[in-house]
């Protein structure tokens, strides 16, 4: 029996992943503090034994740390995921990834829990010049102050694991798309066209190019990359071997809403400060594990607004 | 005039950079909440009139951010410098380096100041495959919390840099010494010896390869760097061709005493955890500046001992 916890339990990913682990009978300890998580993403297992929700903030460790008792892995995908308005609020990219994943660090440490798996990011390569990057890529500069959060929480990890005797599967994702996504340049543009049918303003010069990855495909590579890489640290990128133009995107999004807005666009190569204009992630050690994505980045992104769609409540 | 802002003030390093600045008639404000810092490292200057002395916590941003006002450029030396002992205090380096350094930054942003110094390590790299270790080494792993931490003040600052048109020159530091050397393994080795002249005990098994910088050649490589690079990021490594055992140093350090102490060793190759058995930067990139060094090895660890010896006052 594997007792596994879930940090960010009630977001996008991390109830997926919940899900995931309790269709496998895993026992899971799931804690958020629903600041952005849904309760509603919990509602099917809420009843189910061998799930315990706690709603707690990961920043108070006096609270949290004896939920990680007995436990065997932890999934630490509580993160502020906002790329886009670090600069707004500078500490809390400091509070709520770095603090936090310090807190579960500890928490594992003093508990004697030995493994973790994390949810990084594409964009701590900044801008690289070698595209598609590979993990081993030369040292990056940082360009955001989320993609600089996560580069600190994959050295807590890789620290405390070189100092504990733990392990970490940390993921370098790029954006993940999906049933109960809600962040993002879909779910902003189906919100525009919400409010206005006729107009899709778009930031940037609409050429940006980016990767997204559909969310079974992405839990289907995090379970192949645990079962297939044991060193001490392993980091691996999680991406789909190709990419499309904002603007590709963005008529798939309207095709699918049946709606042929004007398009207006701000202008520069990148839509905001920090905004990478080409991300494409080298896949090569997740596909050594025989993973392939069985979705494509236009069937993610139909996929997406189809859920967007019947799920309005999302924009309330 | 240049109005210049030292953090770190009655530091090691930041206190021979305001002895550097204030011998060019530059006036300059300097910070310190004196937690490591020393008044007597200020001593020559706190009669100057170029001089403003402020004891005051950079974490207090309400408190500090008002000297930020017409600074021309900010060399923010402070720091939590204990690599050895991070995980007795995970939050300090998170505190003393990200958080004061989200700080400052902000303070320059809203006072619109153009330019920062920063002191970074060489330590970033980990234990890194490429030995002379240059710049733009493959992606690193890190081994301590005190490199982590530095790596995130390092993304802050490049993305400040940014968004908000600043420029920076980031030193990667191997451990400086030299006089008002107060940390690190030759202030260890005399404290011992101090206590009993006739047994040394040595972290490791004195094999780790340690190159260290002198901290008059530190300082004219960062004068000789701010007026070579102006790109908006300038990471640069500083740091000796070359290297000891920290057995030599040891010989070195008994002969500057006259002592012939019994040796004795804790036996792992790396002295505690996170040490880094072999540190060796490349100085290609400051060597282009036209910079040498003038100070070899030895002779900064002679210096350093002899410093030492005429300030015991260090050790009380």
Redesign the interface.
């Known amino acids: 029996m594997q007792n596994c916890l879930v940090t960010g339990c009630a977001g996008f990913i991390g109830s997926h992943i919940t899900d995931y682990l309790l269709n496998r009978n895993f026992s899971v300890i799931g804690i958020d503090n629903l600041s952005t998580g849904r309760e509603k993403f919990l509602e099917n297992n809420i009843d189910n034994k061998q799930f315990t929700f706690i709603n707690e903030d990961l920043l108070n460790y006096n609270k949290i740390h004896k939920y990680f008792k007995d436990i065997s892995i932890v999934y630490h995908l509580s993160a502020n995921a906002d790329v886009r308005f ?2 707004n609020h ?2 809390k990219d ?1 509070d709520q990834n ?2 936090v994943t ?1 807190n579960v ?2 928490a594992m440490k003093h508990n004697e829990v030995k493994k973790i798996i994390f949810s990084s990011t594409g964009s701590v390569y ?1 801008e690289h010049k070698t595209i598609p990057t590979p ?11 989320y ?3 996560k ?2 929480c ?3 990890i ?2 405390y694991c ?2 504990y005797d733990m392990q970490s599967w940390i993921f370098r994702f790029v954006s993940i798309i999906g049933e109960r996504y809600q962040h993002g340049h879909i779910y902003d543009f189906f919100k525009q066209l919400q409010s206005n049918p006729d107009q899709l303003h778009i930031l940037g010069d609409g050429h940006q190019k980016k990767s997204y990855l559909y969310i079974n495909d992405c839990l289907n590579a995090i379970d192949q990359a645990l079962n297939f890489y044991n060193e001490k ?1 392993n ?1 691996i990128n999680l991406g789909y071997d190709g990419y499309c133009e904002i603007n590709e995107s963005a008529k798939w999004i309207t095709e699918c809403l049946n709606l042929n807005p004007e398009l207006t666009y701000s202008g520069q190569k990148r839509g905001w ?2 905004d990478n204009p080409f991300i494409h992630l080298d896949v090569t050690k997740i596909s050594k594990t025989g993973w392939r994505p069985e979705c494509t980045i236009e069937n993610g992104v139909r996929k997406t607004v189809k859920y967007l769609s019947e799920n309005k409540w999302l924009f309330e």
């Open positions: 670090g600069f500078p500490k400091i770095i603090l310090s660090l500890e900044g993990e081993d890529a030369g040292f990056p500069i940082q360009t955001s102050l993609a600089t959060s580069i600190a994959e050295g807590l890789t620290s070189n100092a640290n980091i400060v920090g």
